[in-house]
């Protein structure tokens, strides 16, 4: 059985940086990243890191996010710097076995929230 499950969501000040872990099981993963999702807007894309560490960025997070994959595990890290208001959403960890940029993956976390307040 796939899992995913994601750690790490919680408050953070704008400015400061905050880091999100997410850690996937049952499956090998050619690729593993974050989605994230505010009311009424439509899930979009943070980052991607696939097996040979090629990663791919959302234009609003270019710079300011990045995202690791730990070596021979499907455990993936989000460090989120610069953070802004606006970065406030859920946060899905998403997985699949297809390469990039053939994205999103077939798996997706339950999601955790991260809250940026001044």
């Known amino acids: 059985q796939v899992q995913l499950v994601e750690s790490g969501g919680g408050s953070a000040r704008t400015g400061n940086s905050h880091i999100i872990s997410c850690v996937g099981s049952?499956?090998?993963?050619?690729?593993m990243g974050w989605y994230r999702q505010t009311p009424g807007k439509e899930r979009e894309l943070v980052a991607m890191i696939s097996r040979s560490r090629t990663t791919i960025y959302g234009d609003s997070v270019k710079g300011r996010f990045f995202i690791s994959r730990a070596n021979g595990k499907d455990t993936i890290y989000l460090q989120m710097t610069q953070l802004r208001a606006d970065d406030t959403a859920t946060y899905y960890c998403?997985?699949?076995?297809?390469?990039?940029?053939?994205?999103?993956?077939?798996?997706w976390g339950q999601g955790i929230r991260v809250t940026v307040t001044s």
């Open positions: 998403n997985a699949g076995w297809r390469p990039l940029p053939d994205i999103p993956g077939e798996y």
């Open positions: 049952g499956a090998i993963f050619q690729v």
